[in-house]
Nanobody, 111 residues
Framework: QLQIVESGGGLVQPGGSLRLSCAVS????????IGWFRQVQGKEREGVSC??????NYVDSVKGRFTISGDNAKRTVYLQMSSLKPEDTAVYYC??????WGQGTQVTVSS
């Protein structure tokens, strides 16, 4: 059965860094694209970044600051977030096609 578990969120000061992890089971990273989304309470969920076997993509607001990568052996996708801003504060979710979502991990950027 396909499962997704995120981790790595927390509280960080503006300008700081965090690395989120998305551990998947039940499929290979080569088979599907994996995406990171984020959601602020009361707002729509926003696509942040995604990775496939051949490509990576980012929303404009995080380009140059976030880096997505995957480790096939560990079946884990990472989102390295740097130069964090208060507007990056959100719950971050990992997504796999077929409407599979993780439980989310909270990222709070505040001084």
């Amino acid at each position: 059965q396909l499962q997704i578990v995120e981790s790595g969120g927390g509280l960080v000061q503006p300008g700081g860094s965090l690395r989120l992890s998305c551990a998947v089971s039940g499929f290979s990273l080569d088979d599907y694209a994996i995406g990171w989304f984020r959601q602020v309470q009361g707002k729509e969920r926003e696509g942040v970044s995604c990775i496939s076997r051949t490509d990576t993509n980012y929303v404009d607001s995080v380009k140059g600051r976030f880096t997505i990568s995957g480790d096939n052996a560990k079946r884990t996708v990472y989102l390295q977030m740097s130069s964090l801003k208060p507007e990056d504060t959100a719950v971050y979710y990992c997504y796999a096609p077929g409407n599979y979502w993780g439980q989310g991990t909270q990222v709070t950027v505040s001084s």
